[in-house]
């Protein structure tokens, strides 16, 4: 798979298709496609035409013109590159966890050389070496959600930087070494001089959440450049808390997803046919 995407067009209907509780033959009938033909695009082992975009995505709620650009693979997101004078850094740390590629990330507050961890699966001695090789501070660890591609290693980060541990109050509790610190959607934590603004983005999970500060947001698993995590709790709410809390900032935020590549909040607005 070359296409730079996390998600195919395959995994976009579908995640459509089961988030809207369409069955595969319900969904193929509406769209006039063979079952058997939609199956297999699902599956990746069959192409859509120009006209099955269009009919599925009248079907599914999303945005044909865009899914039709990701079905031919001729759209990739092009990330703001942060002012030389941005206040902060990011480092991203990309590792596969359970034979996929997940996001880490390190938030760099550069006047104080203070970090956040902003999720720790992908790997913990990986994101120590960053911190190392950076000479920066860990002062907290951000998790966007509990799930383990995202949430293992916190136990070995916790204790080897001694930072507090920040999660929202409607998730599940990962396995911690500490007590965790709950938050709730506006409160601001502080990384350095850096405030950091939470933000509910569940759907994905109960207690899914974004971290905001400046221009950058941080994910998790709410939305990928080009699609949505899989809405295993809520598909409303996914669709909702993402176009209400991430896409209504400005063009030039950047986003930092927990899969597939940065983007930025005019990119998803332009090309994401869920919104
Ligand atoms: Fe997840």
Known sequence: MSYALEDEFGDIIGKARRGQHLSLAQTATAAGIPEPQLSRMEQYTLKP?????YQLAEVLNLDGTKLLDIATERWAPNPAQPS????????????????????????????????????????????????????????????THAHSDHADGLPQLQQATGSPTYLHKNEPKPRSGQQLKTVD??????????????VDTPGHTPGG????????????DAIFAGSIGGPNIS??????????????????VRLFPGHGPATTVGEEKAHNPFF
């Not at 035409?49 to 975009?53: G, H, K, M, N």
């Not at 206040?87 to 938030?107: F, K, Q």
């Open 49 to 53: 035409t120009e006209a099955q975009v």
């Open 185 to 198: 959607h506006g409160d601001v934590l502080t990384v350095g001089e850096l405030m950091v603004t939470v």
């Open 235 to 252: 598909y409303d709410d996914e669709i909702h808390s993402v176009r209400d809390n991430l896409l209504s900032l400005v063009d030039d």
């Open 84 to 143: 030389a004078n941005a206040a902060l850094d990011v480092v991203t740390i990309s590792a596969p966890v359970g034979g996929w590629p997940v996001n880490a990330y390190l938030l760099i507050c550069k006047a104080t050389d203070e970090a956040a961890i902003v999720d720790t699966a992908a790997h913990p001695n990986l994101i120590l070496e960053q911190l190392d090789a950076r000479k920066v501070q860990p002062t907290a660890i951000l998790l």
């Open 209 to 220: 959440c974004s971290f905001l500060t400046q221009t950058a947001a941080f994910v998790g």
